[in-house]
């Protein structure tokens, strides 16, 4: 007996945006969260006028539509602090780096 196939690319498309996909990848991103505050430099980082604010600046959104991908949902980790791009590139740490190497195996 022979199977046949045929793709649902409505249906896909739907899944790929539905809610419980947006609440799959937010918890994936919440997993980075934890390990990127495992990671990230405690203390004052180097223009950090406030200390810790660096490693209390990690939040995750979710969203149907993804300005990179159109098409799916996706799971954004981000730090919003004013030096985060200084302790990414410029101090050595690369935390967000690090913790998307780590989260893709």
Known sequence: MAARYEPDH???GMLMKSGEMQEMLGLVAERGAEYARSIAPVGKPPGD???GEYLASFRVETTPDAPSWHD????LLI????HAAYVEWQDGYHV??????AMAG
């Open 79 to 82: 730090n919003d602090s004013p």
């Open 10 to 12: 409505q249906g896909v």
């Open 96 to 101: 967000l780096a690090r913790t998307a190497a």
């Open 49 to 51: 006028p406030h200390p």
């Open 72 to 75: 799916r949902a996706a799971g």
